[in-house]
């Protein structure tokens, strides 16, 4: 949130279906420790803000529950770094040159930006490397965070997660620049297999990435 006031109940209530795709009013009333009641309340408003929408679902012959999700107004109450300048910028150049050479225009750029990375991620052991990446990612404006994970082949790694979209307006127009998002994790981390596990632009509510050291 860009506000200055202390973050409110119903900020938490957006950070946390950010960060958890869809929740129940219970679920929200148990992680913030309110009455299930008293949420209900925040949901209403939020909903009448346009923040939030929802969508029901029967289980047995009961009343339908209602799962609570962002909507894209509720998303861009989140930071972006990239304003509307920069997809007008991008719109002119995409009219102005070959789409062979807008394709490589966006590689260039992203491969700077990937070696800059590097430059800053520097040297250390992969948890502080990906831990500095992901600073690098937050001041940015990704709401990005990072844990230790056991992946299927029993190998170690890390689990990169970015609950938000800082240049989500420019991938709608642009989608190849998400898949050079990956490239330049790949880039940053060169040591490393870096694997997508979850992906904004097919609908999650966010994206994944999985670092391992290369064998």
């Given at each position: 949130m860009t506000s200055l006031q202390p973050p409110s109940t119903k900020d938490d209530i957006l950070q946390y279906l950010l960060k958890q795709g869809e929740a129940t009013a219970q679920a929200l009333a148990d992680h913030l420790a309110m009455s299930a009641q008293a949420v209900r309340r925040h949901l209403k408003d939020l909903?009448?803000?346009g923040l939030i929408e929802h969508r029901a679902v029967r289980e047995g012959m009961g009343?339908?529950?209602y799962l609570y999700c962002l909507s894209r107004k509720g998303r861009d109450r989140f930071p972006a770094q990239y304003d509307t300048f920069a997809l007008s910028l991008l719109n002119t150049l995409a009219a102005t040159v070959s789409q062979d050479q807008m394709q490589d225009i966006l590689h260039h750029q992203w491969q700077r930006k990937a070696q800059d990375y590097c430059r800053q991620v520097g040297a250390g052991t992969l948890a502080e490397r990906v831990n500095r990446l992901v600073h690098l990612r937050q001041a940015e404006g990704y709401m990005a965070e990072w844990h230790p994970v056991e992946?299927?082949?029993g190998q170690l790694g890390f689990m990169?997660?970015?609950?938000?979209?800082a240049i989500s307006q420019i991938a709608e127009s642009f989608p190849s620049i998400c898949?050079?998002?990956?490239?330049?994790?790949?880039?940053?981390?060169?040591?490393c297999r870096v694997e997508r596990t979850h992906w904004l632009v097919q609908?999650?509510?966010r994206c994944g990435y999985l670092v391992q050291e290369k064998p």
């Open positions: 909903s009448a803000e009343r339908p529950n992946a299927e082949d990169i997660t970015e609950y938000n979209c898949g050079h998002e990956l490239e330049m994790f790949q880039m940053a981390l060169p040591d609908g999650e509510h």
